[in-house]
């Protein structure tokens, strides 16, 4: 590529699009939103004038947000519920795997959510305040012998089903699938 465009060595990544990259090309990395939560916490709590609890979960065991009936949210919450979930969705895109079900789940009500499924948001972004460098690491190193892999996988089932036959239906699956027989 050198030969074709210039290209600007600006040494060792350490911070792109709101993430961090922690560790060396050598060896592990370690790709984290720390910064990028930190900052859009602030945000939040700036905007909608709050100061958020945090929170051990990003939502509640067996919440059934689908079945919330309170009150739809105004105008201007409606448009903050909407910037929060796109917040929330480059959070996942960055690293931030955890929350990404609960995250996808608040979606849904995208285009018209209720004062609830904002209560539900903003316990997501208090989980986050709790655990902010939550990180995926990578570990760049060569893996095991393909060869190696193959055999641990391999698993014979004919030993331990020695009786199992293979069933094949040989009729028709849907009716005018295949000429019916003359009577």
């Known amino acids: 590529m050198q030969s074709i465009y210039k290209i600007k060595d600006s040494g060792v990544l350490t911070f792109y699009l709101g993430a961090n990259y922690i560790g060396s090309p050598e ?18 709590e700036k905007k909608l004038e ?10 509640k065991t067996d919440d059934h947000v689908e079945e919330d009936s309170t009150p739809l949210l105004n105008n201007i ?10 917040m929330l969705q480059w959070a996942v895109m960055l690293c931030r795997v955890d929350i990404c079900y609960t995250v996808s789940s608040m979606s849904r009500f995208y285009a018209v959510p209720r004062e609830g499924h904002l209560t539900r948001v903003l316990r997501i972004w208090g989980y986050l305040k709790k655990y902010p460098d939550r ?12 060869e190696e892999i193959t055999q641990k996988t ?16 040989s009729g028709p699956i849907f009716r005018g699938m295949r000429p019916e027989e003359p009577t």
Request: cysteine-free; hydrophobic content about 35%.
């Open 154 to 169: 391999i698993i014979d089932f004919a030993s331990q089903y020695s009786y199992a036959k293979e069933e094949v239906d």
């Open 27 to 44: 060896g592990t990395w370690y790709i984290t939103a720390k910064q990028y939560i930190k900052e859009a916490i602030l945000q939040v």
């Open 135 to 146: 990180a995926i690491s990578i570990n760049n190193t060569s893996p095991e012998d393909e």
């Open 50 to 59: 709050l100061m958020l609890r945090e929170e051990k979960t990003p939502i």
């Open 77 to 86: 919450l409606h448009r903050e519920y909407q910037s929060l979930i796109g």
